[in-house]
Every structure is written in C-alpha cells, then in structure tokens.
C-alpha cells in the first residue's frame, strides 16, 4: 500500500498547505470588506479546470491503488513476470504522438490561430484511436498465443490496468468529440479552444499514467 | 476571475428556469430539487435497511421463533443493512442530500457550478440503488458475504447469493462511485468556484467545511473500493487470482491460484476508515452549527474547528489497518496503527471540547434540532470513547469478533449521524418547505429515538465484555454465556422495534407538515447564514432573486454586545451596525 500512500499523502499535503495557507493568518470573526482575490480558487482557474484537477486527483488515486495492489500481490509465490507485446512500444510513440498533437493545437488555438484548431482535432482523434487500436491488438496478441487473463497474476493486471487505462483514453474521446463537432459545425470558437486546453492537459495526464503503467509493466 | 466567471452566467441561469413538471421535478437541475430527490431516494432505501435489521434482531431476540428467517437471510439481511445504510443512506444524505442544498445556500451561490452534471449524478445514483434492490430478487438473493465482502468467502459457494447478489452488489458500488464522483466533482468547484463576493474560505459556515472536506475524503477513497469491487468482478467472472487462493470450495476446484485475501481488506479499509469520516465531518459541522445558532452564541474557537476537520480528513488516511489486527500482521504495523489511531483522537476531542464549551453560558433553546444536536454529542463521546479501546490491539484481539464492536460502531457511525441527520432537517425543514412541523411531535421523537438507541446499544457493551460473538445466527448453548445473555437480548431486541416504529413519528410530522403546516418564517431561529437570508422561502430557481448576496462577516455573529438583535446575517455589512459597539466587540477576542 506505500505507493498509494505516497501518492495520496503528496495530494493531500499540497491541498492542507493551500487551505492552511488561506486559514492561518485570517481573523475570521472581523466584519468586513475584503480583498478580491479572497473569494478566488487557487491559480485563478476557470471552474471547468479545478474539476478537471479534482477529477485528476481522482484518477491518480484510483491508479496509485491499483499499482499498490499490483506490487503487494508481486511478492507472493505464484508470480510469473510477462513478457509485454512489442506492439506496445509502437502505441506509445503513437500516444506520445498524439499528445504533441493536443499541445500544438493548444497553442494555435490559444495564440489566435483558429484554422490550426480543426486539422488538429482530427489528427489527435486519429492518433488516439490508433493507440487504442494498438492496445486492442496487443490483447489479441496475448490471447492468440495463450497468455490468458487468467494464466497468471501478471497477465490479470495487465488487462487490467491497460482495460482502466483505456476507459480514461475513452472518456476524454467522448470530450473530443463534442469540441470537434463544435469545430466543424463552426461556432463558439471560445468554448473549442476551452475544451482543446483541456483535453490536452488530460491527455497529457492518460500519457503520463500509461508510461508510468508501462515502465513498471516492463521492468517487472 | 473564477468569482466572475459565475457572477456572469447570472442571465444564463435565468434562461434555463424551468418550464414544464418533468423539468421542474423530475429532470430538474436545481440543486435543491436534485437535493429533495437524493434525501427522499436515501431515506426509501434507509427504511428497507431498518426493516432488515428488525428483522436480523427478531432473529437474535427470539431464536427458532420465526420460520421465516434462517442463516442464509440472516446473512444477507447484515449485509444489505449494513452496506445500505453506510454507503448508501448517510453518504448519499450528508453529500448528496445536504451537500447539495446548503452549498450553493451557503456559500451565496445560484446553483452548483455545472447544473447538468449533478442531476446525471442523482440519476446514476438511483440507477446504483435499483441494481442494489434488484439483488434482493434474483434466484439465491441478495449477498451474504457481510457488508465487508471479504473474500474468498464471498465469492465462494456456500455464502448466500454467491451466484448473482455479489455480482449486482459489486456492480452496484461501481456505479454508485462513479455517481457520487460526478456529485463531488461539483461540490469541490462549487465550493472553491461560486462563492460570493466577500465569503472568503474562513467565512464559510462549518457545514460547508465539513461537507467539503469529507467530499474530498470522498474522491480520493472511492477509487480503492472501486479498485477492490472491479478485481473482485474479475476473479468471480473471469477466475482471475488477484484476492483468490487456491481454495476447493464445496469440493469445486474453481481454479483459483494463490491471490491475497489481505490485499482485499488493505483496499477495502483504505476506503473503509476515509469512509467513517466522510460520513462524520459533515455530521461534525452540521451540529457545529446547530449549537452555534440554538445557543445563540459564536462556535467556540472557529478557526481550531476548521484545522480540526482538516487534520481529522489528513489522519483518516493512515489508520485504516486498525480495522484488521484480527487479519494478523506485523506488531510493529500494530503499533505504527493504533498510535495513529490514538492520535486522530486529539483534533476529534478538541472539536468535542468547543462543542461543549459553546454551550457553556450560551443562551441554550431546547428547541427540536437542538437536542437532537445535544444528543450528538453523548452519543458520539459515548462511541468516541469505545473506539480507544478497540483502538489498542491488545484490547481489540480479544473483543474485536463480540458485541462490544457493534455496539461501539453503531454509537458513533450508525446513531451519532443518524441524529445529526434529524437534527439538520428539523433545523431546515422550515426553509426546504416553507412549512413549520409541530414541535411536540418532534421532542417526542428526538426523546424517544434517543432514550430507546440507548437501550439498544448500551447492554451491547455489556454482551460483548461477556464475550458473545457477533455475526451469529443463533448463540446455541455455551458454557460462557449465562441465559441471561438471552434475556438482554430479547431487550435490546424489544428496544430495537420500538425505537424503529418511533420513527413514525418523524414521518407522521413530515406528512402533517406538508399538508396543514403553519407557513414558516424565513428565518425562524434568527440565524446568520446565508441560506436562511434568501428573498423567497423555499428558495425559487437561482436562490438570490436579482442580485447575488455578499458576505461581510463570518457565520457565527451570535449575540454581538452592543448590536439590538441577538445575531447579525453574513450579508450585512459591518457600517451597518452600532460601529463604537462593535469595536468593543472585536478587541474582546
């Protein structure tokens, strides 16, 4: 359990600092005026961006158990290390690829440059489908030669984590594609480029998860 | 900016004002509607949870008298209680059900931040509790597997509904987590997002620290039930080993390999102690509150209540394995636990101390919420205390599988709360209906629920100082207990059913206050927050009217000397009042 607890101790600890920050030197008790940004959320974030770093946190949390789970049930006897299919490397270059997409559109979109934001979109949804494509051919793979969910420990958490890792890639999909219908259909080009800063902070995010999820994969 | 960003969308919400029934009650994105659908679905599925457990101690009471319960029910029937009552009564009250009136009332606020998201969150949630309830039907029933799931056992043959009631049971928490994470998603921006202008964090009333804090509890403890609920699913339909030894069961060999049972209960009470405090802190903060407002005076030491609660939420996470020193483990890590678990003691009695010490020379009305606020406070010192027995390990080994540690949950998570949820919609029932209830009717029901928990709970102690195990169907006839461990139990089995046709009471009150309750004040205990300061009672659609409301003081001015009434609302600002007075006031702290 110490992965989750780390992690969940680093959270926790940064959330008490900012909210003891707020509290410590407040007299609460004396009416008044007070300063603006008293009544802001921290980093002056939009609230669409706090929910999405709660639902980070949340996502952080549920992934840091899972890797807790994975490396208490290592220690115990009947664990046989898997080798992980080479299609792998490929979809995480495709899913390196596609986060270097969100940023590039990211940035046209917030610099003014609206015609970038649609070719963008498509070519992030390309490439995402493709890694989940990949990923589902790399079960096939696994279950072609025999190494079943059910083999062995490993294997289990292996469908797993890459099955939670891409439900994640899926709902942030869905997000994708409601901005990129936005962007064809041709309006609201603020709330598009809202959803495309988004997006690419979560995809960023599902990146780093799944090199963190691979490199332990690998290395065990 | 973030204030600005809500203050814009004030024509928005305009825009979206209800037309139609269906929109104004049924897919409503009101949070207060959405609040009266989660409390009243909470509430319908608490009462199935009573009647299981009236039935789990006729059973106990009265041994081989009722035909119609044999050990398979009785199983399920602890299970169902208990899971139901946990997770799917007070969470879904406190958060779902108070979380969503008083924030947005609380912090000056037209709704939550994102409207649309919190009505799919009800939706999903009623779609948990249906999953929940169609377990009760399916060929074998329910699960019996105890509401903590243990494997293997619960997903081996033998255990009752091991074919369908843990498959629905499993797959009922998944989408209650997945509903209550779009609720506290909302919560968490609405409470950092959408506060008026002039509520500043330590201005909020302790309610909405509490609720808040427990929300984050919340998020990031349900992701390791979900983690623990999903591996189980797996090693049930797909004979995954993650929590599955090789075990043969009823001469089956379902090909299991050496997975960890421990590792199920290490997820399950990461989730399992966050739990008890995302049900306590909101309690916590509600009865603050009440106290504050009934004894007409300022929370004692506002800013230690806060640290308190946040403190409480930080520990909650590192205690969780004092639920398993009967599961065996290194007596360092029992040591390492129960020091923990000590200390979380010291910002929950600290919080105890300022409740107390509120009331001292508070000009106390004993009205209805107020003693059901009172009453809090005995019940929880009364579990608090139990809980630093089972605390130390030495002690919790040997009463750990009794009646003592039923008796001690039940104090101060299943009564503790259940009171402060009376008291809090006593408190605001004038302002959700806009009717008063008869306060007669609720004194009978606050002494009578509270007199008859205790006759329940007490000689539980006493049963398991003797040594009765809990969990069993029926005691048979040991040595070690006296027959006259029976008769107490046929007592607490009589208190039992009276305290729970008591609670017709309650509803009788609510039903004769919804149809011929005189109409309320809008703000019948002169109090200061912002919720009771709304221009219509009950609130219309967007709370505020026109203009949203701004905070100028903190939400306990209670009895400021020199000021002509006994409080001053959190909207009225601070030149408004006798200034000389006021200074006064202020130099005192």
Same mark, same amino acid.
């Given at each position: 359990m110490e992965i989750g607890l780390i992690v969940l101790a680093t959270m926790l600890a940064a959330l008490l600092g900012w909210l003891l920050k707020q509290s410590?030197? #407040? #007299?609460?008790?004396v009416a008044g005026v007070t300063a603006e940004a008293d009544h802001q959320a921290p980093f002056n974030a939009r609230p669409k961006l706090v929910a999405l770093t709660t639902f980070l946190a949340v996502a952080t949390s549920f992934f840091a158990l899972i890797l807790s789970a994975y490396s208490l049930r290592m220690e115990l006897g009947d664990w046989v290390p898997m080798t992980e299919p080479s299609v792998l490397w490929i979809n995480t270059g495709v899913l390196v690829l596609a986060s270097v997409v969100f940023q590039w559109t990211r940035n046209h979109a917030l610099s003014g440059n609206v015609a970038r934001i649609k070719p963008g979109l498509l070519l992030a949804g390309v490439l995402t489908t493709a890694f989940l494509a990949g990923q589902w051919l790399a079960w096939q793979e696994l279950n072609a030669s025999g190494q079943y969910i059910t083999v062995n420990p490993a294997n289990a958490f292996f469908f797993l984590l890459t099955g939670a890792h891409g439900l994640h890639i899926l709902g942030g999909m869905y997000v994708w594609g409601r901005a990129t219908v936005r962007a064809f259909g041709g309006q609201e080009m603020d709330a598009v480029k809202h959803s495309v800063e988004l997006c690419t902070i979560y995809w960023h995010f599902l990146l780093l998860v799944w090199l963190v999820l691979f490199g332990l994969m690998l290395s065990t | 900016m973030g204030y600005v960003a809500i203050a814009d969308r004030d024509h928005e919400v305009e825009h979206h004002d209800p037309q139609t029934f269906i929109s104004k009650y049924v897919w409503s994105q009101d949070h207060k509607v959405i609040a009266i659908q989660y409390g009243c679905t909470a509430v319908f599925v608490g009462i199935v949870a009573l009647i299981l457990s009236a039935m789990m101690r006729l059973q106990l009471g009265f041994p081989e008298t009722f035909s119609f319960i044999n050990p398979e029910n009785y199983y399920q029937f602890v299970t169902m209680h208990g899971m139901i009552m946990v997770i799917y009564l007070l969470t879904a009250l406190f958060l779902g059900g108070f979380g969503n009136y008083l924030i947005p009332l609380m912090v000056g606020s037209?709704?939550? !931040?994102?409207p649309y998201l919190n009505m799919l969150s009800y939706w999903v949630y009623l779609v948990s509790v249906i999953i929940l309830l169609i377990s009760f039907f399916v060929p074998g029933g329910s699960t019996g597997a105890g509401w903590t799931l243990y494997p293997p056992q619960a997903i081996s043959q033998g255990t009752p509904g091991v074919d369908w009631g843990i498959l629905l049971m499993l797959a009922s928490l998944g989408v209650f987590i997945i509903a209550f994470t779009m609720g506290g998603l909302n919560y968490v921006t609405t409470v950092l997002q959408a506060r008026c202008r002039g509520m500043t964090l330590m201005r909020m009333p302790l309610s909405v620290w509490g609720i808040f804090i427990a929300t984050i509890l919340g998020l990031l403890a349900f992701p390791a039930l979900l983690v623990s609920a999903i591996m189980m699913l797996f090693d049930k339909t797909l004979a995954t080993s993650f929590f599955m030894p090789a075990i043969s069961s009823m001469g089956v060999d379902p090909g299991h390999t050496g997975g960890s049972p421990i590792l199920f209960q290490h997820l399950f009470w990461f989730f399992g102690h966050p739990e008890v405090y995302i049900v306590a802190l909101p309690a916590f903060g509600i009865v603050s509150d009440l106290l504050s407002t009934h004894a007409r005076k300022n929370i004692f030491g506002y800013r230690m209540m806060v640290w308190a609660i946040i403190a409480i939420g930080g520990l909650s996470f590192i205690v969780w394995a004092h639920h398993m020193y009967v599961s065996g483990m290194n007596p360092y890590f029992g040591f390492f636990f129960a020091t923990t678990t000590l200390i979380i003691a010291v910002p929950t009695a600290l919080k105890v101390y300022n409740w107390v010490l509120t009331l001292w020379e508070g000009n106390i009305h004993l009205r209805v919420p107020m003693l059901f606020a009172i009453g809090f406070i005995f019940t929880f010192i009364h579990g608090g205390l139990t809980g630093l027995f089972l605390g130390n390990v030495t002690i919790d080994l040997p009463l750990s599988d009794t009646y003592f540690v039923v008796a001690h949950f039940h104090m101060v998570m299943g009564v503790s709360p259940v009171l402060v949820v009376f008291g809090a919609i006593y408190h605001w029932w004038p302002k959700i209906t806009g009717r008063m209830y008869n306060e007669t009717l609720g004194k009978w029901h606050f002494w009578m629920t509270f007199l008859g928990t205790y006759s329940i709970y007490l000689p539980m102690h006493y049963l398991g100082f003797q040594g009765v195990p809990r969990r069993y169907f029926a005691m048979g006839n040991t040595d070690f207990m006296p027959a006259s461990a029976q008769d107490l139990n046929a007592f607490i089995t009589m208190a039992a059913l009276f305290v729970a046709f008591t609670q017709i009471l309650f509803f009788a009150n609510v039903i004769w206050s919804l149809r011929k309750g005189p109409k309320a004040d809008p703000n019948p205990w002169d109090a200061t927050t912002l919720e009771w300061q709304t221009p219509d009672t009950p609130p219309k659609h967007g709370n505020w009217g026109h203009d949203l409301p701004e905070c100028h003081r903190w939400a306990y001015d209670y009895s400021v000397p020199g000021y002509k009434d006994d409080f001053i609302p959190q909207? !009225?600002?601070?030149?408004?009042?006798?200034p000389a007075d006021r200074q006064h006031g202020v130099e005192e702290h």
């Open positions: 410590f030197s #407040t #007299t609460p008790w | 037209r709704d939550m !931040v994102f909207n !009225v600002p601070a030149s408004d009042e006798a």
